[in-house]
């Protein structure tokens, strides 16, 4: 167990409609990351928030967005949803700076969409 | 740009033979790399990793050298078990503090 939680687990929805995954980072660390991972491929790197603040942005749609709040919690919402969103989306979080890039991810949310 | 090669993209080893997976950088100033192991539908999980300033790391069978000359960097898997098929991800560190860049990942298969 890495300590980062995600919710839900699965999730099973419908071209158009809009989700939110949720996120919580270790304790003490105050960087999340989200990641998408389409069956059979790598790790796309979505986007970074550093207590609060985005901090780096990867390959987002902008049908994507995420914030993190003053509780360190992370979400990301997905709307207008596609087919090709389907996807095991994780999230990540680390404490930020040299010596402390150490990732440690989450269980991961499979969505499906139909 | 910032880039993380990774050979090869799957890997085919009898168990108790060692299997080798390579990446390569683009930044020299690149100081961290991490390899992650995912089994199927599960995280990443760490599984060992390295800076800049040393050039190799063991655990128990599980090994990581760099060179940072050539900007390359290696995992080595020695008695390998079934238990090691998996996808192996290499990332590094790249200057102006921004997150991992991870590699494409290898997809290794140990053959009872």
């Keep these: 167990d890495s300590g980062v939680t995600q919710t839900?687990?699965?999730l099973i929805t419908a071209t158009g409609q809009r989700v939110t995954l949720r996120c919580s980072p270790?304790?003490?660390?105050?960087s999340v990351y989200w990641y998408?991972?389409?069956?059979?491929?790598?790790?796309?790197?979505?986007?970074?928030?550093?207590?609060?603040?985005?901090?780096?942005?990867?390959?987002?749609?902008?049908?994507f967005s995420a914030q993190q709040f003053p509780d360190l919690h992370s979400e990301l919402n997905l709307s207008s949803l596609e087919l090709g969103d389907s996807?095991?989306?994780?999230?990540?979080?680390?404490?930020?700076?040299k010596g402390k890039e150490t990732q440690y991810f989450g269980p991961g949310t499979r969505l499906l969409v139909l | 740009g910032e880039n993380v090669e990774q050979h090869p993209s799957t890997l085919s080893?009898?168990?108790?033979?060692?299997?080798?997976?390579?990446c390569t950088y683009s930044?020299?100033?690149?100081?961290?790399?991490?390899?992650?192991?995912?089994?199927?539908?599960?995280?990443?999980?760490?599984?060992?990793?390295?800076?800049?300033?040393?050039?190799?790391?063991?655990?128990?069978?599980?090994?990581v050298t760099l060179n940072k000359t050539a900007k390359h960097f290696s995992l080595h898997i020695t008695e390998t078990q079934p238990e090691d098929s998996a996808v192996?991800?290499?990332?590094?560190?790249?200057?102006?503090?921004?997150?991992?860049?991870?590699?494409?990942?290898?997809?290794?298969?140990v053959i009872a």
């Design chain 2, 27 to 63: 930044d020299s100033a690149s100081n961290y790399f991490p390899w992650y192991k995912q089994e199927l539908g599960k995280r990443p999980q760490l599984i060992i990793d390295i800076r800049s300033n040393v050039g190799e790391k063991k655990d128990q069978r599980i090994a």
């Design chain 1, 26 to 30: 270790r304790s003490g660390d105050l």
């Design chain 1, 36 to 63: 998408q991972q389409s069956l059979d491929q790598g790790l796309q790197f979505l986007i970074q928030y550093y207590n609060g603040e985005e901090r780096a942005k990867g390959n987002i749609l902008e049908r």
């Design chain 1, 87 to 97: 996807a095991l989306y994780f999230c990540a979080s680390s404490l930020w700076g």
């Design chain 2, 88 to 109: 192996y991800f290499c990332a590094a560190t790249f200057s102006g503090n921004t997150p991992l860049v991870f590699g494409k990942g290898t997809r290794l298969s």
């Design chain 1, 8 to 10: 839900p687990k699965h």
């Design chain 2, 13 to 22: 080893v009898q168990e108790g033979d060692s299997a080798v997976i390579k």
